[in-house]
C-alpha cells in the first residue's frame, strides 16, 4: 500500500475486533515510535505498550468510557519525562558520545547551547514541549501503523492522573499524556465506512 493509499484507509477506529496483533507487528511499530524526531534529538518521553487486558480493565475506568482501551490489542501509552534539567541534558549528550564513539566532552559545545536554550523555560514550558515531542512520536506511529494496515485511534481524553496511578507512573519519573489504542477494526464499526473529511487542498494549503 503506497503512502496516500495508506492515509486515506486509516482513520480512528471506533469499534475493534476481539483480534490480537502479531508482537513482531507491535515491536516494529514500537521501533518505528522509538525512531521519530524530537528536538535535539532528547526524546523527552517514554512508551508504555500495554497487552494485559488485566491493566487495560483497570484503566478503563480513567478512560471516560471508550471501551476501545479494553478491547483494543494493545494500548500504548506516551509518557513525558517530569523532570527535565541539567542532569537530563548531561545524560543525553553522554549517551550520544558512546553511541558515536566520541571522546568525552566532544559535544560540550552542543550541550551547552542545549542548556541555554532550555534550562531558562520554566516547569510548565518544559512540560508543554515534551509533551509536543511526544505527539510528534505520535504522529509517526499513526502514519506507519496505516503502512502496516494496523488500525488505531489516538485518544487525549482520559484522566491522566488515574493512569498515572494504575501504571505507577510517578516513580518512574513520568506522567501520561496522550495513547494510541492499536488493533483490527470490527466488522461492526460503521465509521469503517464513512467518507474521510478534510479540507480542500486549496483551503489547507498556501503556495507563497
Known sequence: MNLLDALNWRYAVREFADTTLDEEVVSELVEATRLSPSAYGLQPYKLIVIHSDSIKTKLLDYAMG???????SHLLVFAVNTTINEQFIAQHFAYFERERSLENGALAGYQQHVKDVMLPLTTEQLQQWAENQAYIALGNLLTSAAIRRVDTCPMAGFEKQGF???????????????????????DSDVSAAERKVRLSIDSFSMEL
Not at 498515572?164 to 470490527?186: P, Q, Y
Open 164 to 186: 498515572d496511578k494504575v501504571l505507577g507512573l510517578a516513580k518512574h519519573g513520568l506522567k501520561s499524556t496522550v495513547i494510541c489504542a492499536l488493533g483490527e477494526r470490527a
Open 66 to 72: 471508550q471501551s476501545k482501551v479494553k478491547h483494543c
